[in-house]
């Protein structure tokens, strides 16, 4: 399974000001065509409730799989969206056993955290905008040093740059 982690951030490395504020609020209109782009060609999506409840919808064309430790009241769609009180690696085990053989993480910190800490990220997509915070959420915590290749570079507009990174194993 290829998982890819894919973020925006601010200069200052942060990927939101607040617990529940929408990313299209500060991310630009050409981060938003990549993410919309790459997570189609993805097809799956996973996401924790807090960033699931900033959109307030599935995700259209992808399979959005949204994750709590609460599944009460949660009503799963085929297809569309499934909520999961599963750890990292069972939603991994499950979709695979599906035939599904790629995902994006699609945040927020405790899920890009979660996926991070038992070593599940192949690669991340990180876009930085320009802007700097102050304050806010960081991408991710609570693991031990990581290194990273940089796959690739490229401006996105005049004013975002997008860097691939693949994880070193
Ligand atoms: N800049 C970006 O690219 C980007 C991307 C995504 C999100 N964000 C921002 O990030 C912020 C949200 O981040 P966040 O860290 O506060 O929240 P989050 O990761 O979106 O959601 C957290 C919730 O997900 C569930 N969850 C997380 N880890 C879990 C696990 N291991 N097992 C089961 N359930 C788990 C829990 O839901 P329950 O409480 O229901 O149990 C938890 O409260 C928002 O401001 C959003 O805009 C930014």
């Known amino acids: 399974?290829?998982?890819?982690?894919?973020?925006?951030?601010?200069?200052d490395g942060k990927i939101a000001e607040e617990k529940d504020q929408v990313s299209l609020d500060w991310t630009s209109k050409e981060d938003t065509g990549f993410f919309v782009k790459k997570t189609k060609e993805i097809g799956v999506v996973i996401m924790g409730r807090n960033t699931y409840e900033t959109i307030g919808r599935p995700l259209k064309d992808r399979l959005n799989v949204i994750m709590t430790r609460d599944l009460d009241g949660r009503e799963s769609e085929p297809g569309v969206l499934e909520w999961t009180s599963d750890s990292p690696v069972e939603i991994i085990e499950s979709l695979a056993k599906r035939g599904y053989d790629k995902v994006a993480l699609c945040g927020g910190a405790s899920v890009y955290s979660a996926f991070l800490q038992q070593g599940l990220v192949d690669d991340l997509y990180l876009t930085v905008e320009p802007v700097l915070f102050g304050k806010g959420i960081p991408l991710a915590s609570g693991f031990d040093r990581i290194d990273l290749d940089l796959i690739d570079s490229v401006l996105l507009g005049e004013q975002s740059v997008l860097m691939h990174y693949r994880v070193k194993k």
């Open 1 to 11: 399974m290829q998982v890819t982690l894919i973020a925006a951030m601010s200069a």
